[in-house]
């Protein structure tokens, strides 16, 4: 008996220092499976949100039909906090917010849909208001209370600081707090957060912020090529979130966002005001196929497959066995493209649709050619 004690007791130890190892390492919540989609106050409000603000959002995300076509998050970015309280609890905007956040959190929850804050690692947040710094944990249980669903954490006034340590311990605290969350590490790629961020969070920015124009849209987005790999179900690149409606792009240069966004698996966070858009707004936000292929349950990013100057092409792999094809025109006046089918491994004859219009090309022999407006897309899904 005496003589198998002793390794029995340790590999009881040893299990349970592996086990809580592993934990410790591991995500707390089994979220965003699928890049998150849903809407943020950033791209369009900058500092100007209030609680009427967040509730008409809310509601127009349902009458618009963003929630039906798979919209959920309504986030609330920077400038919604002023200040900590004797105890150092975060203060909201009284002024802005005289309901409170868990009443507005309530709201949102009432029409079926999430509600999204933000912070900042840092000691201050990019607009100086109070940072989560040395609050990790107080302010991930005052989100639990309030039933935050999503937090957005940011890296200004973080010097002397390591994203790495910093944002663990922020996962830590999130884990602690114990209220499923999805965790957006926002750092801008500072630290190549792709090598680390799936360890933490849900999302990491791989990017500086975006703006409502072409050259930032697509530096963003062209520029994902490479980081295919460290992407997957609950662990996703962020070239940042959705300028489509904001007025500063044509229609092909806010198709080339969507689409190159759904076939980098990006979040779709929409950025434009829900209340007051237009029917072309809404519908390319809605548009059912291209949404698939962004949620595509295999959660494969898809990647660059040929280049040539202006012209690129790329590829997503989905679930069915069919692939998203996207023939992108960078450069000036319609340019004539064609995607071979060998680019993707595969022969013809395959069934080819287009997304945008829903159009069934029928079944084509070996490649797609089409004529790409300047700025513009062609995109397709092909199959078998
Ligand atoms: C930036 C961030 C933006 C927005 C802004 C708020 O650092 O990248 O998306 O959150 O801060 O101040």
Redesign the pocket.
Known sequence: MKKHFFPACLASILLAVLSSFVLAQGKPFTVAQTPPMGW?S??KF??DVNEHLIRETADAMVSSGMKAAGYQYVNV???WQVSRDADGNIVADAQRFPSGMKALADYVHSKGLKFGL?TDAGRM???KRPGSYEHELQDAKTYAAWGVDYV?I???YAEGLDPEVQYAKLRDALKAAGHPIVFSI?N?GVKAPWRWGGEMGNLW?TT???SDNYNSMSVNGFSQNGLEKYAGPGHWNDP??LEVGNGGMNRDEYHTHMALWAILAAPFLAGNDLRSMNAETRDMLTNADVIAVDQDAKGVQGHRIWQEGPLEIWARPLADGSYAVGLFNRGSGILKMTAPFSLIGMSGPLHVQELWEHKDLGAVSDAVSADVPEHGVAFVRVWK
Do not use: L, S, V
């Open positions: 943020n950033w791209n900058a500092c970015d920077d400038c933000y947040t990019c607009q957005k940011d890296w200004c926002c801008w920015r500086g912020d975006i940042d979130m």
